[in-house]
């Protein structure tokens, strides 16, 4: 039983389906969280799990489960899912893969007709990316008690839209509680979204961590003035002192090797307006790496920057803290589950650790939990031209529902 495999084009022909919904001219998609073009996502993923046979529910803060029974429905379900949301210039295969590829092995248990003794589910993360409201992982954060219902529902986007009215506006406000319930195992299949597998020429990742993150929003204030008239020891510059701290960032990073990524993905200047020196900036910071001694370490050279910054180049700077989580060590059965299905199939693999937040992350904190990796090209991701080979993807899909079987009938 466990040599049963895949159909590859139909997991590849779904991908592409999904992937008209919000296409991009440059090949990629853009479905920011709880946008129309989410909800078409969601319907479509939920009609497909409908006509696979399974029942689908939907929780609190929108989280979507298809499940398919088995012969003990009183066992924890053995669970998959990812996220359908994609950032602005997002690619087909961030997270849309790890959703599919569950699909995929319902549609393959079916076809089989292969009863598990624990049912089976495949679930869809709201708000994995956290662009559109930040911060990421909060569909999973919520289920994990990371943070309350309340509070995300409260959240705005840059446009001061609520979360919560959004969640209802696109029909996706379920009843099931957003809360901690058994979960036998779960397992994520994902891109790598970094050069490593490609470069050891590796099919599959067996993903042992994930590493930390430490996410802020930074308002700088100065004051506006002329720019043609404003000497410049007198000016108040926002967007010279913003300048200062991405270069910190960049810095913080590069002391901190291997491993510790800094990024400063977006940036707000007002007045914005090209004779007017800047008298505002709201910037974000994010901070990462898999050791949490050093990822503190970066966190603190961040703030004693900050700190010293308003002397030298008269401005003020608040750093808001806005998200914290320490590296995760997934479970040892999980891992074991993804490396024995690698071996099953014959696929080469090696053991890594995710750069890139995952829903798997914060289900790690009540359920036996991994991820399974797969190459993508040049590692790049989170770009429109994100892209993966189809090869790859029906080895992780194998891996998946080898792992899936093994726990369903331990
Ligand atoms: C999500 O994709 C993240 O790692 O920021
Ligand atoms: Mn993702
Ligand atoms: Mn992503």
């Known amino acids: ?36 073009l989410d909800k078409e996502a969601r319907d479509l993923f939920v009609q497909w799990c409908e006509e696979a046979g399974c029942t689908v529910t939907v929780d ?35 997270g849309v893969f790890g959703v599919l590829a569950g ?6 248990l079916q076809d089989h007709n292969v009863e598990t003794k624990a049912p089976v589910e495949v679930s869809v993360w709201t708000n994995e990316e956290g662009s559109r409201f930040a911060p990421a992982m909060m569909g999973s954060g919520v289920v994990a008690g990371r943070f309350t219902l309340e509070e995300i529902l409260a959240k705005t986007d840059i ?40 470069a050891e020429k590796k099919t599959i990742g067996v993903v042992n961590k994930g590493q930390g993150q430490r996410w802020y929003d930074v308002t700088i204030t100065g004051r506006e003035s002329h720019a043609g008239t404003t000497p410049m020891p ?22 901190n ?5 800094g990024t400063v993905g977006f940036l707000q200047v007002h007045p914005n307006s090209r004779n007017t020196i800047p008298g505002q900036v709201t910037m974000s910071v994010d901070l990462r790496h898999p050791d949490d001694t050093i990822l503190s370490k970066m966190d603190r050279e961040l703030k004693v920057f900050c700190e010293h910054l308003p002397a030298e180049v008269n401005v003020e700077v608040k750093l808001e803290p806005i998200w914290y989580y320490a590296p995760v060590i997934f479970s040892e059965q999980c891992i074991n589950a993804v490396r024995e299905g690698a071996r099953t199939h014959g696929y080469s693999h090696m053991d890594i650790f995710a750069g890139a937040g995952h829903d798997a992350c914060y289900i790690a904190d009540f359920a036996p939990a991994s991820m399974i990796f797969i190459p993508c090209e040049n590692g790049i991701s989170h770009n429109e031209i994100e892209n993966a080979e189809a090869a790859d993807i029906i080895a992780g899909c194998n891996v998946l529902l080898s792992a899936m079987l093994e726990r369903a009938n331990a």
Request: aromatic letters at 6%.
């Open 257 to 261: 090797q291997p491993h510790a990524c």
């Open 234 to 255: 007198l000016r108040h510059d926002a967007l010279a002192a913003a300048a200062r701290l991405i270069n910190q960032v960049e810095r913080i990073a590069n002391t």
């Open 1 to 36: 039983m466990k040599h049963i495999t895949i159909n590859g084009d139909r997991l590849w022909q779904s991908l592409m389906t999904m992937a008209k919904i919000g296409a991009t001219e440059k090949g990629g998609c853009c479905r920011l969280t709880l946008t129309d």
């Open 103 to 108: 699909l995929e092995v319902l549609r393959t």
């Open 60 to 94: 609190q803060v929108g989280n979507i489960f298809a499940r398919r029974p088995g012969r003990h429905n009183d066992l924890p379900p053995i669970m998959t899912g990812s996220h359908l949301d994609t950032q602005p210039t997002g690619g087909k295969f961030d």
């Open 159 to 198: 446009d001061g839209k609520l979360f919560g009215e959004e969640l209802k506006r696109i029909g996706y406000a379920g009843e099931l509680p957003a809360r901690q319930r058994p979960i036998g195992a779960f397992f994520e299949a994902h891109i790598e979204q970094g050069p490593y597998l490609e």
